[in-house]
Nanobody, 114 residues
């Protein structure tokens, strides 16, 4: 059974930082690409950052220079370091693992107060 469990969300003031974690089980972690998405109330889910099996990263323009995606294959965990947070970063953040199949976590709430 595949499970992706996000953690690390919470309430933070603007300018603060959070680190999200996505712990995976039931898959061969190193063979999957990982993507962080977010969905704000009333908006569509959007891609935030991705990291390939080889470590290639991509970011949405809105988070470039502030967010950093990484992975630790030994710990079966992907991360999203979020710095200089803004109120518009408030959303539920979801972890996605994809290769031959796609799997989703349950999401973690990030709230940035002004």
């Amino acid at each position: 059974q595949v499970q992706l469990v996000e953690s690390g969300g919470g309430l933070v003031q603007a300018g603060g930082s959070l680190r999200l974690s996505c712990a995976a089980s039931g898959i061969t972690f190193s063979t999957y690409n990982f993507v962080w998405y977010r969905q704000a109330p009333g908006k569509q889910r959007e891609l935030v950052a991705s990291i390939s099996t080889g470590g290639t990263t991509n970011y949405a323009d809105s988070v470039k220079g502030r967010f950093l995606i990484s992975r630790d294959n030994a710990k079966n965990t992907a991360y999203l370091q979020m710095n200089s947070l803004k109120p518009e970063d408030t959303a539920v953040y979801y972890c996605n693992a994809n290769r031959w199949s796609a799997y989703w976590g349950q999401g973690t709430q990030v709230t940035v107060s002004s």
